[in-house]
Structures are given as C-alpha cells and as structure tokens.
C-alpha cells in the first residue's frame, strides 16, 4: 500500500528539514515547497493527502494557497503553521476550509496527531461519499423497472416529487408494490440525498415504543431511560423519515405527528423544549387511508397532511406486460446470486404470468423467480417447477371462472350474448373496449368512479384504459 503523501510548505529551511525527518518517521511521503508559487505547483504534481502551510510566505500569503486548494480540491486537509497564536489568522484560516493549525515552536507529538485525525476524516468522507453514490445509482428512478403507461405516469409523479419542496408525501398501494423502493428513489433524486434515509416500519413495534423510537427522550423520562437518547426524527435530520404501514400508529400517536408536521417541530419524551423539524416525511399504507378516516380508524387531519401529494403504486395486475419485463429483472439478478445462466422464460410461462393475478405483487413474482430458478435444470424457465396455484390448468381455469363471474354479476351469459354478436368479418378488440370505455364516461358525467362500475373493473383499471385511449388519440391526431 503506497504512503500517504503531504506536502510541506514553509521558507524556512530547517523547519522544513526537521518536519520531513519526523514525518518519514511516522510512515508518510513528503514534498517540500518554499513559496506560493511552488506550492502550488507541487499540490497539483503530487495531490497530497495532507499539507502543512506556513501562513508567511516569501511571494505572499498561504491563506491565498488555502483558498486555491480549497477550490481545486475542497476535500483537502490543510493544516496551517503560525509563528504564534493569533486569533485573526485562526479565524481566517478555518474560514477558508482549514482542518486544523499548529503555532510555532511546533510540538511534533500534537503534530503527529492532527495529520493523522486530518487524513483518517478524509478518507472517512471518501467513503461515506462513495457508499452515497453507489446507494443513489442502487436507488435511482432508472433502477424502476417497468414500461407500462400507470407506470410511467407514477415514475414520472415521483420525480417531481423529489425536485420539489413538498414536505411530506403519502404512498398508497396494495402491500409488495414496492412503495419502499419508491421511496428510497424520491430521497435520492432530491437535494436531501446527502443526508439521512430513515425507515421505521409502525406495524412492526410496540405501541408503547413508537413514540419514543420517533421522538426520543430525555433521561429520567420513564424508568429504563438512564440517558438521553435521540429519535428517528433527529436522526433524519436534513433527510428523509419513511414512515411504512402509518395507518398502524394509534390514534393519540397520530395526533403528536399532526402537530410536529403543521408546526415542524417535535418535542422528545420527557422534554421540555421544542426542536426544529427539517426532514422530509414519505409515508405508506396499503390501506385506503381516505376510507379509513372517514370510517374513523385514522385521523383525517393527518391524512389531508400526508396526502398534499398523493401517489398510488398500481398493482402488478394492472401493470401489463411489466411483469415480463420484472421477470427478466429477477432473473439476470438471481443468475448472478445462484450463478446460474437461464436466458429467460418459456412462452408458455409468459402466458400464466400475464393471466395471474398476483395478489403478492412484485414481491410475490420475485419470490416464484428465486423459487423456480433454484430448482430449474434448463436454460429456460418451464412450469415445471411453478409453485401450486400456477400451473397452466389452475390459471386456465381461474381465468374462465373469473370472466364469467365478471359477466354474471352484471348480466346473466346468454343475455350478453345476444347483446354482442360477434361479426362474421371478426373485430378490433381493442376498438371495443375502447369504445365501452367512452360510453361509461359519457353516461357517468365524467365520474370515473361510476364509469369503472358500469364497466366492472376498478377505478385504477379505468383509469389504465383511459391512458391507453388517450395514448392511441395522440398517435391517430
């Protein structure tokens, strides 16, 4: 491993001399400048680990050599030399980005300290910076997988999302969505990425420890609390709290959080004094939160808080050919984990996969992947290996069976017959459904909520069609 370099600055030769021998001793590399000029020159040749500069130098300042340093490469351990402790030259030298300094007669142990401590906080800085920006491609929105229309269009929400302000956000979706990786893509698409991301699952602690887990508390505020202990909120600070399954805290809970959101300040257990709030909330619930406030079960001044901006995780049902395309994802992703080298999936199997409803969603897909490809001898995945409830017979069958239920529970079989007789020419499904799709909304006003009732399908299904007959008018105009 190749030595830490630092550059020393000073006219005086001895001084330079007597500062190299120790270093050397120590285990580093050194370069030696006597003037601005030079030292400059050996910091861009060199880009040492640590400088020692003497503030008086022969052609100028070395608070000009600071600054020039700190513009070039703000990271860098500067540790200024003063013939004697002044308070100007202190001020102004840590006021330019100066770790640290030492005054003259140099005490080389107090040295050997501060280079050290110096060059350690760098490379800590290094990797903390390195870990954020691997953590930031892992997250990223590009790492979002699916093409589908509901999905570009919440993708596209979520990015505005994270270059705004907004203070708090509230996802909703069925559980396996992936609401937590949404999350993670918004904190780290925002100026907030350099700072904290904070989860804290409500449905999984005790009631009587969430407070505390949030808030913190203040020693002697209950009988174990031997000392102050800081909370998720603290913790987050200039970050992102994600507050996951929130329609799981109680009520009186729900309440404390109205009030740190609305006045952006919380107060720990036991505490006295209200503390600045500075972090950004993404809340979550596979619940309809609107439904639960009205029903009373949640608090329906917090849910207008939360819900400022709104985004709704489609299921994977209603994501189309997305799927296929998460398959493919899990695939690559497992072939490298089980180093195996299965090239994809069998049309047969693409075909139960798009008919599935995937009650488990993405998390569930994932989990029959993992499955699959553990046991699978071939280079494709085949039903062979699918797990109970996905072999080709039990979807063909479902399939019917749902169609048909479908049908029953707005007009009885042969009814629908007669009502729509196939033509002997055959035609365009899709231009029916579409035209289906404009006869609900006609009839409904506009409703989207009655129009999906008309039609049997959900309102995230309606809305699903909608794109699709908007995206087609825009291709035809």
Known sequence: MPKAKVLIVDDDQMIRWSLNEALRAWGYATV????VVAAL?????????????????????????????????PQAVVIMITASVLVDDAIAALRGGAYDFVS???????????IRNGI???HLRKEVGSARLEQARQFSFDQIVGHSPVMTATIALARKVAESEVSSVLLQGES?????????????????????????????????LVESELFGYEKGAFTDARTRKEGLFEQAEGGTLFL?????????????????????????????KDIPLDVRVI?????????????????????????????????????????????????????????????????????????????GNVRELRNVIERVMILEDRDVITTAYLPRGLSPDEIDAKWIRDATGQMDSKTNSDEMTQMFQLPPQGVDLEQVEMSLVRQAMAR????????????????????????????????TS
């Open 32 to 35: 030696e400048a006597g003037t």
């Open 41 to 73: 020159a050996a910091f861009d040749a060199e880009q040492p680990a640590a400088v020692l500069l003497d503030i008086n130098l022969p052609d100028g300042s070395g608070l000009d050599v600071l600054r020039e340093i700190k513009r070039k490469q």
């Open 104 to 114: 003259k007669p140099i005490s080389l142990d107090e040295l050997q300290v501060r």
């Open 120 to 122: 350690e906080a760098q």
């Open 176 to 208: 396996g969505t992936g609401k937590d990786l949404l999350a993670k893509a918004i904190h780290y698409a925002s100026r907030r990425a350099s700072f904290p991301f904070i989860a804290i699952n409500c449905a999984a602690l005790p009631a009587n």
């Open 244 to 272: 996951d399954e929130i329609g799981e805290l109680e009520l009186n809970l729900q309440a404390k959080l109205l009030r740190s959101f609305e006045e952006r300040t919380f107060r720990r257990v036991g505490g006295l």
């Open 283 to 359: 809340a979550a619930s596979n619940r309809d939160l609107k439904a639960a406030s009205e029903a009373g079960r949640f608090r329906l001044d917090l849910y207008y808080r939360m819900s400022v901006i709104q985004i709704d995780m489609p299921p994977l049902r209603e994501r189309g050919d997305d799927v296929i395309l998460l398959a493919e994802h899990f695939i690559a992703r497992f072939n490298q984990q089980l180093r195996k080298s299965i090239r994809g999936i069998s049309p047969e199997v693409a075909t139960i996969f798009r008919r599935y409803p995937w009650p």
């Open 444 to 475: 409904s006003g506009g409703n989207q909520t009655r129009a999906a009732e008309l039609l049997g399908i959900s309102r995230d299904q309606l809305r699903y069609r909608l794109k699709k007959l908007e995206d087609v008018t825009t291709r």
